[in-house]
């Protein structure tokens, strides 16, 4: 069986793309994958990729690369449209509603074509006249499966499929440093300056701890500033971005999100996955999804603003060790459910149902 997935950018540092990259890998054990980049930005992938997935883009957008078409959306457009009405394939998951749309125009009829969705369709009018010429739409949580089923009442089935974590073995967290980690895009969705804020309160306790922030983007100046008005140089660290996240998260204690967002909630499933507890606001879905207070991780009221309920929820974790080792242990045990072999199996099963 060909399986072809297609991303908007499979260079980019984005959760959709690692989540992505990890399923290609998976399924490229027992079938023949490609993943299919809009554009290429880069010489490589940021994220790794197995060594049985093959790669090709529709725009090589890389510097010194000569174009038949003139830039911009139209070549663009065009290119993906010749791209689909050509392409040989048994199976074609797309990433984006925007690429799902144009699968379900322009992909040959025979082609099984599946959307895979993580967020919200910004204009939802495309999305109801086209999807319904898809086999199915598949979310990475229950609550977005039931959103979906709403938006496209009658239409194609939408199923609930785990996000796939990086084939293991993961490194382990010994949960003996004293270090608070947080990754992913330094965006003011991500709200890290509230969490910067609350170091702030930790600090004047505890201040042998220290944050790690793993990323970078337009927010980083500002962030950095911020460190400096509070006086936190010695305790608040921007450690630049990484391919092994999961590696730097086994360094810390404690993984924290700030985030208000509806991330696809992959940091907080890779610090699971490397036996970290996690504290998130209780209002972001990704983290809501994953994260069960008491058992995995804490999930912390969003006061909007205010960065004393996750001062004080960070801080309860700081000074109980054996509470965070009975959260490491839960960690664990729910990053199995998102194991990449597990995951894979359930999309086989799905794509047998669906042929």
């Known amino acids: ?23 290609a890998t998976a399924l490229a054990e027992r ?20 060594p049985g997935v093959s790669m090709r883009s529709v725009i090589d957008a890389r510097p010194g690369v000569r174009h038949l078409l003139p830039r911009g959306q139209v070549r663009t457009e065009v290119a993906l449209w010749r791209m689909l009405r050509n392409l040989r394939t048994d199976i074609l998951i797309t990433t984006r509603p925007g690429l799902s749309v144009q699968a379900a125009k322009h992909a040959p009829r025979e082609i099984l074509k599946i959307a895979r969705e993580w967020g919200r369709p910004a204009v939802p009018g495309p999305v109801q006249r086209f999807y319904p010429r898809l086999n199915a739409v598949v979310t990475a949580t229950d609550s977005a499966q039931e959103e979906w089923a709403k938006l496209l009442s009658g239409g194609p089935p939408v199923h609930a499929l785990l996000d796939a974590l990086p084939a293991g073995p993961w490194p382990r967290s010994r949960m003996d440093n004293r270090i608070v980690a947080a990754g992913g895009r330094l965006v003011a969705v991500k709200a890290y300056d509230r969490l910067i804020r609350a170091f702030a309160i930790i600090v004047d306790k505890r201040p042998d701890w220290a944050l790690r922030l793993y990323g970078g983007g337009p927010e980083e100046r500002r962030l950095r500033v911020l460190v400096s008005e509070l006086g936190l140089h010695n305790h608040v660290y921007f450690m630049g971005t990484t391919p092994d996240l999961a590696g730097e998260f086994a360094k810390a204690s404690i993984v924290a999100s700030a985030s208000r967002g509806d991330d696809l909630g992959m940091t907080v499933l890779e610090a699971m996955g490397c036996g970290v507890p996690v ?17 995995n991780g804490v999930l912390v009221p969003d006061v909007e603003a205010d960065p004393q309920p996750f001062a004080v929820a960070l801080l309860a974790l700081i000074d109980d060790e054996r509470r965070r080792r009975s959260l490491a242990a839960g960690a664990l045990d729910t990053a199995v459910r998102h194991a990449a072999d597990e995951v894979a199996d359930q999309w086989e099963k799905l794509i047998a149902g669906l042929r």
């Open 1 to 23: 069986m060909k399986v072809s997935l297609v991303l908007t950018s499979a260079y980019g540092m984005r959760g959709d793309v690692r989540a992505t990259l990890n399923l």
């Open 31 to 50: 079938h023949d994958v490609e993943v299919i980049s809009v554009r290429r930005q880069k010489e490589k992938p940021f994220f790794p990729v197995g």
């Open 279 to 295: 504290v998130a606001l209780e209002g972001a879905r990704g983290a809501k999804e994953f994260v069960a207070t008491g058992y």
